[in-house]
């Protein structure tokens, strides 16, 4: 596990703690998760890699997804780090599909 600390110690501060985005369990166990998985390759270089590995091994685990499943996730991560929220609400996860499935004039009714 010597190998992983470099990596732990270079991940960002949680905008709300201050701490190492590792300091949440969740967080440890996944970048943990991510360095078993790619044993030999490398860790991901950055926080959004980081997640794309953590993502494709979790949607792996669960038997695959559907395309329009893997950009809808995408773009609900997206949406929830531009607001540097920890919790995905709702209100991420519809801005999200619109961006993704609605035609774009309904989009821009919305704004």
């Not at 949440?24 to 996944?30: D, R």
């Not at 559907?66 to 996730?73: C, K, V």
């Amino acid at each position: 596990m010597e190998a992983l600390l470099p990596f732990v110690e270079r991940m960002p501060p949680d905008s709300e703690t201050g701490l190492r985005v590792t300091a949440n369990p969740l967080m440890l166990s996944m970048v943990a998760s991510v360095f078993e998985i790619r044993k030999g390759v490398g860790m991901p270089e950055t926080v959004a890699a980081l997640y794309e590995s953590a993502s494709d091994a979790m949607l792996a685990r669960g038997g695959g997804v559907s395309a329009e499943m893997r950009t809808l996730l995408e773009a609900v991560f997206f949406e929830a780090h531009a607001a540097q929220a920890r919790v995905i609400t709702e209100m991420q996860l519809n801005r999200a599909a619109l961006a993704i499935f609605a035609p774009l004039e309904t989009v821009a009714q919305l704004e």
